[in-house]
């Protein structure tokens, strides 16, 4: 799940370090705590006591480069403390009063807070049409619902892209991205959830249009200045820069330091450190003021908090800029919370306001999440208790066969689901966590084995969404696989193509063929491969080929800038109208792969017979060892199997390879 290199660390920043670090349900765990559990956290001393013990635990400082941990009570800090370096090499200690850390996605709680603001004072309405604020920049809406404020703050914009990945290194300015970075609303705003960085980008440029200041300039002036946050800010100074915590890979190696993107990105850029941070949980828990200062109104705080948007309502959901991950350690409490992954740098934030505590923690290096962690250990410790679920048998067979399908992932397209439903009334679910069983608690709301809860949905206009294992989206239902005149029944081939059909790749444009023996071009495998990935194309490249390439050229440029495609010659060409290679297409798939963090299976007994080029060896080794290939292949007397590596991919067998890439995920 944490199989990175730099370069990919550096041109999918934005994307797969929150997309697939942050966005499964965690698995539970037993505490991680032995001291004599309380009745909340109320005492200094022993919450540093509570601390001490799981952070001095031998697998915790094995994985540990540093950390920074606050929890605040009312209107005081219980505690804050470091542990660990901000810098192995020097062995600089973490200072929560003065290191620096980069704090991710928690920077949409003050880009909300600063919406909220102008809220407040009438410049914004939350539910009016959001064109009003945009000036000259026009957002296609292909639905007949208005796009609203409300709706950027909850990630129910219905936007087709809501991440951006690559492009130049070059820094730009959040006007500029917002204007290159246009997407479509394709889906109802309000309709389902998907987590959007877009909308937070946006939410940013509308503040600078309606105030005349610069975003990173009103934070300062409006929240961090009032809250007394003087390590905080949207721009790395050269005095922050100076306290920084050096960010790390899983294995301690530091990772160079790198911009955000946009610059000063009201998403995700700020920088803060644990002290600042409990400025803003003690303001927010005291329904907006910090010792004669306020912020936000008592009503404003409690709409944040509010969960505006859910699945089931069992099921938490999104507040404005607030959300509900690690929802199976919250013990029953109300719990709001947010987190925060880039490289080297894991947050996570979470009030509870019936109680008056909130708590901060964040780490310097990759690796298991340790954040889940610490977050359960203080929930078991404080908090303990499961609540009880009732189990029911009101859905008839029938209507559980109505929820079965493929669910596509609305963030991560090669993220599915597959729903069927069991003899004796229940749901099985397979995802890349592997084959769940599922009882009905409610109607449309499933528990598995492990606690996990999955939410279903039907809108008014009959899509069908899911909720299960993935924190940051739901899973569309698609259609019925589409019916090609040349590819029956019995084709070999059958189930991959039209699953392919489904989950949209290699679609036919209408025609009633889908040609399977013939062969694809680079450019039309990528672009399959690039849908899957969630990412928008490229507005602009030099890439030329035939016309009816045309409309892959996006998706090839894409794949360049994120280091998919490589080995371009000294003029920088590439052929895009060439079929492609079997061989070619498995090292696409393998990049992708590893990029994508997933689980990437041993296959160093793979043995490979006929001949591969030295460059493609452990691509075809990944490809042939989690069997993504159809009945073309088959192992020879010895073991070892041909997979004709040099040989054009047919279309049929493209469709396999897409469609066996998402079934066969795995992040076990």
Same mark, same amino acid.
């Given at each position: ?24 349900? %965690? $698995?539970?765990?037993? =505490?991680?705590?032995?001291? $004599? ?55 600089? %200690? ?7 850390? #980069? ?94 960085n877009y909308a937070f980008n946006l939410q940013g440029y509308i503040v600078e249009r309606m105030t005349g200041v610069p975003f990173t300039q009103y934070v300062q002036e409006h929240i961090f200045k009032p809250l007394g946050m003087g390590s905080s800010s949207f721009k790395l100074t050269p005095g922050l820069r100076k306290d920084l915590a050096v960010p790390y890979t899983a294995q301690k190696d530091p990772i160079p330091e790198y911009p955000s993107r946009p610059a000063e990105s009201p998403d995700g850029g700020m920088f803060s450190t644990g002290w600042d941070m409990a400025q803003f949980m003690i303001a927010q828990l005291n329904g907006g ?26 099921? /938490? ?15 029953? $409490? ?18 509870? %306001?019936? $109680? ?27 908090? /303990? ?95 019925? =696989? ?35 023996? #013939?062969?694809?071009? #680079? ?14 194309? =490229? ?130």
């Open positions: 799940m944490h199989i990175r290199t730099i370069v990919c660390r550096k041109v999918l920043l934005p994307v797969f370090s929150s997309l697939l670090i942050a966005s499964f349900v %965690p $698995q539970p765990m037993a =505490s991680a705590s032995a001291l $004599q559990q309380t009745t909340g956290a109320t005492e200094a001393k022993e919450a540093e006591a509570f601390a001490d013990q799981f952070f001095n635990q031998p697998q915790i400082k094995k994985q540990l480069a540093g950390a920074a941990v606050v929890l605040v009570k009312n209107d005081q800090i219980l505690l804050e403390k470091g542990y660990g370096y901000a810098d192995i090499s020097s062995k600089k %200690p973490i200072d929560p009063e003065k290191t620096v850390f #980069r704090v991710a996605s928690i920077s949409k709680l003050f880009t909300a807070t600063a919406v909220m603001q102008l809220a407040e004072q009438g410049t914004i309405d939350l539910h009016a049409d959001l064109q009003t604020y945009l000036g000259d920049l026009n957002i296609v809406n292909k639905t007949n619902k208005t796009l609203t404020m409300e709706h950027l703050l909850t990630h129910t914009s219905g936007f087709d892209y809501t991440d951006s990945a690559g492009g130049s290194a070059q820094e730009i300015s959040n006007k500029q991205f917002i204007k290159e970075n246009v997407p479509t609303i394709v889906r109802e705003p309000g309709e389902a959830y998907r987590y959007d003021q910090l010792a004669g200062a306020r912020i936000l109104s008592g009503d404003s705080v409690k709409d944040m908090q509010q969960i505006h948007h859910q699945i089931h309502p069992q099921v /938490p959901g999104t507040g404005y800029g607030f959300e509900s991950f690690y929802q199976n350690s919250y013990n029953g $409490q109300q719990v709001i919370g947010k987190g925060g992954d880039l490289p080297g740098y894991h947050s996570w934030m979470w009030l509870m %306001p019936d $109680q008056n505590v909130g708590g901060f923690v964040i780490f310097n290096s990759d690796g298991p999440d340790l954040r889940e962690k610490f977050f359960k250990a203080f929930m078991d410790h404080y908090y /303990p208790g499961t609540p009880t679920t009732a189990s029911t048998t009101g859905t008839s067979q029938a209507e559980l066969g109505q929820l079965t399908g493929i669910y596509q992932d609305l963030r991560l397209p090669f993220w599915i689901l597959q729903v069927s439903a069991t003899d004796d009334g229940k749901l099985k679910i397979k995802d890349p966590y592997g084959s769940h069983i599922l009882r009905e608690i409610a109607p449309l709301l499933f528990e598995d084995e492990l606690g996990n809860k999955a939410g279903f949905k039907v809108n008014s206009n009959g899509t069908q969404y899911a909720f299960y294992n993935k924190m940051d989206s739901w899973a569309k239902k698609v259609p019925e =696989s589409p019916v090609y005149s040349d590819v029956g029944k019995e084709h070999p081939y059958a189930a991959w193509i039209h699953e392919a059909g489904q989950l949209g790749v290699l679609a036919s444009d209408g025609e009633s063929s889908f040609h399977p023996e #013939r062969e694809i071009t #680079r450019a039309e495998f990528i672009s399959g491969l690039m849908h899957l990935t969630g990412v928008a194309p =490229s507005q602009n490249t030099t890439l030329t080929s035939e016309p009816e390439e045309k409309k892959y050229l996006g998706y090839v440029q894409k794949a360049i800038e994120l280091g998919l495609v490589q080995g371009r010659g000294p003029e920088q060409s590439f052929a895009v109208t060439a079929d492609i290679t079997r061989q070619e297409a498995a090292v696409l798939m393998w990049r992708a792969a590893m990029i994508a963090g997933v689980n990437m299976a041993q296959s160093s007994g793979v043995k490979l017979a006929g001949d591969t080029a030295p460059w493609a060896v452990d691509a075809v080794k990944y490809i042939v060892n989690n069997g993504m290939y159809g009945p073309e292949l088959a192992p020879d007397s010895a073991g070892a199997l041909d997979y004709r590596s040099t040989e054009l991919l047919l279309r049929q067998e493209a469709a396999a390879l897409l469609s066996l890439f998402c079934n066969r995920l795995s992040v076990k």
